[in-house]
């Protein structure tokens, strides 16, 4: 049973910074990449930033690319989205995902068999 524990969310200003983790256990994994989606109040939900475990390479999507970072931890199975620069847009859960024989930088909702348990981010003054 794979399980993505998150943790990090919370309420912060506008122009705050705060810092998600999600660690996967349950199974060893291969060729397999994690990150995030969001979901906003009342819209879909939607990419945020994936990782290729391996090599560390990173995708954003444009709204978060040059405030958010995300990295890993290869000996934790554990992935962190470093977020800078909060806007009230970025208010929404953050789910965690992981996928497995998928290219990372392409990842669709209907490619995710994976989610963590979702985690709020806040911004607001």
């Known amino acids: 049973q794979v399980q993505l524990a998150e943790s990090g969310g919370g309420l912060v200003q506008p122009g705050g910074s705060l810092t998600l983790s999600c660690e996967a256990s349950g199974r060893t994994f291969s060729d397999f990449a994690m990150g995030w989606f969001r979901q906003a109040p009342g819209k879909g939900r939607e990419f945020v930033a994936t990782?290729?475990?391996?090599?560390?390479?990173?995708y954003y999507s444009h709204p978060v690319k040059g405030r958010f970072k995300v990295s890993r931890d290869t000996s934790k199975n554990t992935v962190f989205l470093q977020m800078n620069n909060l806007q009230i847009e970025d208010t929404a859960i953050y789910y965690c995902l992981l996928v497995e024989g998928v290219n990372a930088a392409t990842v669709v909702e209907q490619d995710v068999h994976h989610w963590g348990q979702g985690t709020q981010v806040t911004v607001s003054s």
């Open positions: 990782i290729k475990m391996a090599s560390g390479y990173g």
